[in-house]
């Protein structure tokens, strides 16, 4: 405790600017790595936001799946209609294929419109 009493008394003033500047040295670098660290944040968030909009939603994913019904029951049913039809052929027309497709174009409108 007297080397340090002996060393301040000596060399006080020099002592303590030499403890300023190391002091402010440290603050500055810190604060370098904090705008730094700042800076990557929002680079990152750019690049995140960005892959997210790549990601469908599932409304997006609903929409094209049963927009790809409709495709496919109205070929289903262009098919049919070419066909020389029996009676059965027709009822599962009426009660199955028109059916079906205006539930899900009914759906799919719903879904757009939201």
């Known amino acids: 405790m007297k ?3 002996d060393f301040f008394s000596k060399h006080g003033l020099t002592a303590f600017i030499v403890l300023f500047l190391i002091m ?3 603050g500055c670098s810190k604060n370098g790595k904090i705008s730094r660290l700042e800076k990557e944040k929002t680079k990152l968030e750019a690049s995140n936001d960005s892959l997210s909009n790549l990601v469908m939603s599932p ?5 094209i799946e049963w927009e790809y ?5 109205t070929s289903v049913n262009d098919e ?4 020389d039809r029996t009676d059965q052929m027709k009822s599962f027309q009426q009660e199955i294929i028109i059916k079906n497709r205006a539930i899900l174009t009914d ?3 719903r879904l757009k419109n939201k």
């Open 24 to 26: 402010m040295v440290r």
């Open 59 to 63: 409304e997006q994913k609903k929409t």
């Open 107 to 109: 759906s799919l409108t």
């Open 3 to 5: 080397k340090i009493k």
């Open 69 to 73: 019904a409709v495709s496919v029951y």
């Open 80 to 83: 049919i209609s070419k066909l």
